[in-house]
């Protein structure tokens, strides 16, 4: 059982997490989390400085934090991307996709399952910052 | 029409394997039923009254011979003989067994079909126009374009946890027969200096809190679609409320936000989406397209027609459609017998209409939002015989846009959700329209009943809308008037106090005898109502 997942080849992050709202008033925080109804926005401008964001899913069911995934990672953020909280085998290949590269689920995962979980689908129908060849791309490579 | 290459066989065959998979979990133990709810959902699969209920994604209603075929297999294997086409375009099916669901996919993966994302908070099936690609009216077969947000919705990462469902419709006609403007997104494909392109609609919906949808943009070109539906989305997903259900819809967000302001953001979010390549090449549009080719129609065709029998020209007269093709026609086959549950079909004729199909129709049915069945290609010499076929097996009710073609929820006789019988109310009004001939009379009167605030039969735009209520723990039905579907979109009005369910019989036929005393020379009843006003129909009704 995992309670922790990395698809990363460096260490994770061990540094303290601070609000968003903190994090713009402590200039040595390197690790911020968003809550759902946060906007990652405010960060754009600080990403170099940043090693972690946490992104957390309070329930499954919330899916802000997959927009605010995406967003960090379409504007060059390149550090430990993590979601926390609800995490369930069923949504670690979409967060994947957006561009979580770690995962702290509230309950430990079967590695068997998640393993089968990010190898499920042989493809993908779209475009995302994860760099995957999207199916309407590979329809046309040969062409 | 579509037809999936290896990479689409292999997402559908994916996805029926993680649905076994997660089911034998859940059967296990290892999921709980809270764990399990959203997956199930995403696979169609809801808790009914008495039974799962599976929902079966018609993609914008078109299906094959053969698929439809394989509808008729699964009413007769695990349901109890009976299938119900869905006010979007969908069969569902109301007694399955959980540990049937895994083989029930198979089965339909393998005629290309599917049940992805047909409930849940997610983008749902796309819908469209039923006469899309024989309509005259049409810019565009919208067809291709509807096969591309298919794809592009299905497995979406970024989009499966929204608020809330989220219903896209694709239209390319000035005539609306796919209630565009009532979805959460609304796309009109129109040609502009020669460019095709889509009016954006967004944020229309029904349930609690209807709204027809505004325009947000008058002209994206149809390479850009894609990106800027996904720039509406994100604005969407990032805001949307979670904390109140009913609040959740994007209607409601636009509605907050201001019409402006949405827009404004979607405008920026689309600048920088822009940029990042998510549209498909227009190569895949025109491959997509290619199975959408205009048949291989036989020329020379006469547009004669043997009118001698007087129950074929009635239902030719009602049922039948002018086709673009010289020749042809559009026959619709109404799956509202009087007396009869509106939208099912036995397995029987299920399989009979996909033979039918295959012999008259190129292969090819669709189903439509209020219901009923297309076949869209039908040689006009043939149409007799279809019909004779049609008449012995319960399938020739001559009533397309009557009053007695109803588009009813399935209600409380089956749904969970709610308050009120719709079915039993669709049969009496029925019933009572058909035996003393006011249903001809009437000509064309879009009648719609909904179980419950969801909406789910459309009772907002019916002409006439009934909503099934619970007034102090019985069943209580309310009256609308004035709502309308189609291009000329309007949200009905409710009457005053609700009745029970002889008094809401006795009320539709008030409201339409003053109708009949009323109506000037070719008004329908909507035109009518228009006209007049609420008072004279409240006071037919209550004075
Ligand atoms: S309108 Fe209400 S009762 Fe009817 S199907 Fe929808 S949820 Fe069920």
């Excluded at chain 2, 009413?75 to 007694?95: E, L, P, S």
């Excluded at chain 2, 020209?313 to 026609?329: C, E, F, S």
């Excluded at chain 2, 000329?488 to 339409?512: H, M, Q």
Aim: charge should be negative.
């Amino acid at each position: 059982m995992a309670d922790f997942i990395t698809l990363r080849s460096d260490e994770a992050t061990q540094e303290p997490v601070v609000t968003l709202e903190s994090f713009a008033g402590q200039s040595n925080a390197t690790a911020v989390r968003i809550e759902p109804g946060e906007d990652a926005r405010l960060l754009l401008g600080q990403l170099d400085r940043i090693s972690l964001v946490e992104v957390n899913f309070p329930a499954y069911t919330d899916g802000r934090g997959y927009s605010a995934a995406q967003i960090l990672r379409e504007s060059g953020y390149t550090g430990e991307l993590r979601a926390v909280g609800d995490v369930l085998i069923d949504q670690l290949a979409y967060m994947r996709r957006c561009g979580f590269d770690s995962f702290k689920p509230n309950a430990p995962l079967d590695d068997a399952d998640v393993e089968a979980a990010f190898a499920r689908y042989p493809d993908v129908y779209q475009k995302t910052i994860d760099g995957r060849t999207p199916i309407w791309a590979k329809r046309h490579e040969d062409a | 029409m579509y037809q999936y290459d290896n990479y689409d066989q292999a997402m559908v065959d994916a996805r029926v394997a993680e649905f076994r998979d997660q089911v034998a979990r859940r059967l296990e133990g290892k999921l709980t039923e809270e764990q399990f709810r959203p997956l199930r959902l995403m696979n169609g699969l809801y808790l009914q009254l008495h039974a799962y209920m599976l929902r079966v994604a018609v993609p914008y209603g078109t299906l094959s011979g053969k698929q439809m075929r394989m509808l008729g297999h699964i009413a007769r294997k695990y349901d109890r003989g009976y299938g119900h086409f869905t006010t979007r375009q969908n069969i569902q099916y109301n007694w399955i067994k959980l540990s049937d669901a895994p083989d029930i996919l198979a089965d339909l993966a393998s005629v290309e079909m599917h049940a992805i994302q047909t409930s849940g908070n997610c983008i749902r099936n796309i819908s469209s126009d039923q006469y899309a690609g024989v309509a005259a009216d049409e810019v565009a077969d919208p067809r291709p374009w509807a096969e591309l947000l298919r794809q592009w919705s299905s497995f979406h990462p970024e989009f499966s946890y929204l608020p809330r469902k989220f219903k896209i419709a694709v239209i390319a006609s000035a005539q609306d027969r796919a209630a565009m403007r009532l979805h959460d997104i609304g796309l009109e494909l129109v040609k502009k200096d020669g460019v095709i392109g889509a009016r954006v609609f967004v944020g229309g919906g029904m349930g609690r809190t209807p709204i027809v949808a505004p325009e947000i943009n008058a002209f994206i070109t149809e390479d850009e679609i894609i990106s800027y539906v996904e720039a509406c989305l994100r604005v969407y997903n990032r805001y949307g409320r979670r904390d109140n259900k009913y609040k959740a819809r994007i209607k409601i967000l636009v509605h907050e936000l201001g019409v402006e302001e949405y827009r404004r953001q979607v405008a920026e979010e689309f600048a920088h989406m822009k940029a990042l390549g998510l549209n498909p090449p227009r190569e895949e549009l025109a491959r997509i397209a290619a199975h959408f080719a205009t048949p291989a129609y036989e020329s020379g065709l006469s547009d004669d027609l043997d009118r001698s029998d007087p129950d074929f020209a009635l239902w030719v007269d009602r049922n039948v459609t002018a086709h673009k093709q010289p020749g042809y026609a559009i026959a619709n086959i109404s799956l509202k017998p009087i007396g009869g549950i509106p939208g099912d079909a036995s397995a029987d004729q299920i399989e009979l209409m996909a033979d039918l199909a295959e012999r008259y129709s190129l292969d090819e049915l669709r189903v439509t939002h209020a219901q009923n069945i297309v076949l869209p290609y039908v040689k006009k010499a043939d149409l007799y015989a279809l019909w004779k076929e049609l008449e012995a097996n319960g399938l020739g009710e001559p009533n397309l846009d009557l009053v007695t073609d109803i588009i009813a929820c399935p209600g409380l006789d089956y749904c969970s959700l709610a308050n009120a019988r719709s079915i039993p109310v669709a049969q009496k009004i029925a019933s009572r329209f058909a035996s003393n001939g006011r249903d001809a009379e009437i000509g064309e009167l879009k009648l719609k009943i909904s179980g419950c605030i969801n909406a789910c039969g459309h009772h907002h735009a019916g002409h006439i809308g009934i909503l099934g209520v619970d007034r102090k723990g019985t069943e209580n039905y309310q009256l609308l008037l004035g709502g309308s579907g189609a291009e000329d979109c309007s949200l009905g009005t409710i009457t005053g106090p609700g009745f029970d369910e002889n008094g809401i019989v006795d009320a539709v036929e008030k409201a339409t005898d003053l109708y009949l005393r009323e109506r000037t020379e070719g008004e329908r009843f909507l035109d009518t109502y228009r006209r007049l006003g609420m008072a004279p129909f409240k006071e037919a009704i209550y004075g």
